[in-house]
T-cell receptor, first 110, second 112 residues
């Protein structure tokens, strides 16, 4: 039973445009959500997070939006750069664990 | 100075062997984890430890035995390796009252 889902396995975006990565979750008790970025042969690295008491958090080019009623969050990257090409994982914080989605591979085309 | 380090990065071994993966964090965190990324790229929790105590064991076979000698280390020993154990194993750590977890670079285990 997958509690965190990323339904788009891949996404291609032109350099300079906006990338929007989506994530859905099923457990309304989740109170904290994170986005991780992963390059090949490396571990996931933390990108940005959001608490369930907020609906938006921004850090430079990265913004995460949370819609609790829809149990949906999204990551916006503006403007997208070729170095953003990676796999992005959405995660929810559980009790002594993080529950990850299956990832979305983002390719930013120069 | 690496925050979470795992050794080895690559491990190729035969079925039936026993192997260990070591993990160390220098962040002063209280909680450490082992995650498995399988061929479908799904990151799944295996174990979590808090202050050297096992908190979570997510229905992992008994052949997998984590050991935490102190808060900074969480090693993973695997007995009688099987082909299906081939995966990338990630160690991670976080602080109590935690926000994000920090991950190691991963250990790619290949069982032949």
């Amino acid at each position: 039973d997958q509690q965190v889902k990323q339904n788009s396995p891949s996404l291609s975006v032109q350099e300079g445009r906006i990338s929007i990565l989506n994530c859905d979750y099923t457990n309304s008790m989740f109170d904290y959500f994170l986005w991780y970025k992963k390059y090949p042969a490396e571990g996931p690295t933390f990108l940005i997070s959001i608490s369930s008491i907020k609906d938006k958090n921004e850090d430079g080019r990265f913004t995460v939006f949370l819609n609790k009623s829809a149990k949906h969050l999204s990551l916006h990257i503006v403007p997208s750069q070729p170095g953003d090409s990676a796999v992005y994982f959405c995660a929810a914080r559980g009790t002594y664990k993080y529950i990850f989605g299956t990832g979305t591979r983002l390719k930013v085309l120069a | 100075d690496t925050a979470v380090s795992q050794t080895p990065k690559y491990l190729v071994t035969q079925m039936g062997n026993d192997k260990s993966i070591k993990c160390e964090q220098n962040l002063g965190h209280d909680t450490m984890y082992w995650y498995k990324q399988d061929s479908k790229k799904f990151l799944k929790i295996m174990f979590s430890y808090n202050n050297k105590e096992l908190i979570i064991n997510e229905t992992v076979p008994n052949r997998f035995s984590p050991k935490s000698p102190d808060k900074a280390h969480l090693n993973l020993h695997i007995n009688s390796l099987e082909l299906g154990d081939s995966a990338v194993y990630f160690c991670a750590s976080s602080q109590v009252g935690f926000t994000e977890a920090f991950f190691g670079q991963g250990t790619r285990l290949t069982v032949v």
